[in-house]
Nanobody, 128 residues
């Protein structure tokens, strides 16, 4: 059974940094691409960024490009989202997700339909 558990959320001020973690279990972590999404109240769940199975390729939404960085440690079965220069509009529940198919290598996806497993989410609140 695949499990994803996010941690690291909290209340910060605009301009602060925060690092989210997502610990995975239940299958060979290094074979699957990972993604981060976020959902604010009353809004859809939006793509934030993703990383390939081998960690060599990443892609970010324009809204976070240059401020957020995704990395992964396949030895620890963990993916990270480093968030710098946080803005109030970044307040949301942040979810990590894993692809359903072990594409491996440098394959990445920005589409929710390719992510079969989701964590429970962690709240990030950025005050102005």
């Amino acid at each position: 059974q695949v499990q994803l558990v996010e941690s690291g959320g909290g209340l910060v001020q605009a301009g602060d940094s925060l690092r989210l973690s997502c610990a995975a279990s239940g299958r060979t972590f290094s074979s699957y691409g990972m993604g981060w999404f976020r959902q604010a109240p009353g809004k859809e769940r939006d793509f934030v960024g993703c990383i390939s199975a081998n960690g060599m390729r990443t892609y970010y939404a324009d809204s976070v490009k240059g401020r957020f960085t995704i990395s992964r440690d396949n030895a620890k079965n963990t993916v990270y989202l480093q968030m710098n220069s946080l803005k109030p509009e970044g307040s949301a529940v942040y979810y990590c997700a894993s692809t359903g198919v072990p594409y491996g290598g440098t394959w990445i996806s920005v589409s929710r339909v390719n992510y079969a497993y989701w964590g429970q989410g962690t709240q990030v609140t950025v005050s102005s």
